[in-house]
């Protein structure tokens, strides 16, 4: 009798999941359709979802979409490691709360969150001492996801200096255009492009060309070729074109890998919404391609902020500086000792373009 009891209590119990799982389903189905490549393409409510990436057939890619986001008004009603953004009323990811999760100090790249708390893993502030239980919830809630919060400026105590917006921060100064440890990987592009593959969204109009430019810079950074969105003219809309480098790189488990590279940039689009975009994404062998939020954040030596070239995310270079070629650097710490694929992916909107993304000199070091 109780064996039938406890039968009929998990027959109804699995029922009862398989029913909220459907219904989960038909909602993430039904405002499913907002592509995305990070939370700025995505309304407030919602979030890109890169974890659950899809095959577009058309497109022959895999794309992301928006999912919204669940409702709380406690962190009692989020999923484990994600927080109660209280004052929106929806759950957050503690990366979205925190700039990024984190090993060290070195992997905390937001001057606003310097510091690695080893405790759970997230970039803090700076602010004095934190205990390891404090609450996660009470230093949070300025912190919007994709605003780039400017309340901390003083970042002044005794902890690694340089954690300003340059990730490269020994390497400024005192390095050759090669970085400044062991280089791994160099590319000019002076042989054409042969360590390159382009899968274009639209076959018969790649959105990559390499070569020489007579737009945007009208000269290369080095020798006479670069990797270009165009090199004749404007670029075209509706692109989603990935570049990758042909040779899987070994990432070496010490040191600071890091990719670095120039690019002149002039794609529509602001800190809040990269219309036009570049970025740099990640596949660990055997592995799909992913975004860069796996780990490789990107910092630009554009001068000031309005012209840092980087959305809010700090994952996709967009904006219109088109003066001259600027060093972007991207951490790969999250891939030390691994084989990685390397790849820049140029996605456009439908209309309002500028003259492109010129790339040269491309360097893996460490
Ligand atoms: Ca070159
Ligand atoms: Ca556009």
């Known amino acids: 009798m109780k064996e039938k009891f406890l039968f009929l209590l998990l027959v109804s119990v699995v029922a009862l999941v398989f029913a ?33 990436p899809q095959q577009d057939a058309e497109l022959g890619m895999l794309v992301y979409f928006c999912k919204k986001r669940q409702i709380c008004s406690t962190q009692a009603d989020c999923p484990i490691n994600w ?14 709360a925190e700039g990024i999760m984190c090993k060290s100090n070195d992997d905390c790249k937001d001057p606003n969150y310097p510091i690695c708390n080893l405790a759970n893993g997230e970039c803090r502030s700076s602010g004095g001492e934190i205990s390891d239980n404090d609450d ?23 902890e690694p200096s340089g954690k300003d917006d340059d990730v490269s921060d020994n390497d400024a100064d005192n ?57 004749e003219e404007t670029y075209s809309s509706n692109c989603k074109d990935l570049m990758y480098y042909s040779t899987s790189i070994s990432v070496p488990s010490n040191g ?25 994404l990640v596949k660990k062998s055997d592995d799909m391609w992913e975004l860069v939020d796996d780990g490789i954040l ?47 992916r140029f996605t456009t909107d439908d209309s309002d373009e500028a003259a492109g993304f010129y790339l040269d000199d491309i360097t893996v070091s460490y």
């Open 83 to 96: 927080k109660c953004k209280e004052n929106e009323g929806f759950c957050i990811t503690k990366k979205e």
């Open 136 to 158: 996660p919830l009470e230093d949070n809630d300025e912190d919007t996801p994709g605003t780039e919060v400017d309340d901390e400026e003083e970042v002044n105590d005794n």
């Open 256 to 280: 600071k890998p890091e990719i670095s590279f120039y690019a002149w940039v002039d794609l529509i689009g602001n800190g809040y919404s990269p219309y036009d975009y570049v970025e740099v």
């Open 298 to 344: 990107l910092s630009a030596d554009t001068p000031s902020s309005p012209l840092a070239a980087l959305d809010n995310h700090k994952t996709k270079i967009t904006k219109q500086l088109g003066t001259q070629y600027y060093k972007f650097t991207g951490d790969l710490s999250a891939f030390k000792g691994k084989s990685i694929d390397i790849g820049f």
């Open 20 to 52: 909220v799982s459907c219904s989960d389903d038909e909602e993430g189905e039904s405002e499913a359709k907002t592509n995305c490549n990070s939370n700025v393409d995505c309304n407030r409510d919602s979030y890109c979802d890169l974890d659950n």
């Open 175 to 231: 390095s050759s255009d090669t970085g400044l440890g062991k280089t791994v990987m160099t590319e000019n592009f002076e042989d054409g492009g042969l360590q390159w593959t382009i899968v274009p969204a639209n076959e018969e109009n790649p959105c990559w060309k390499i070569g020489t430019p007579t737009s945007g810079p009208g000269e290369a950074r080095s020798g006479n070729n670069v990797a270009a969105t165009n090199l």
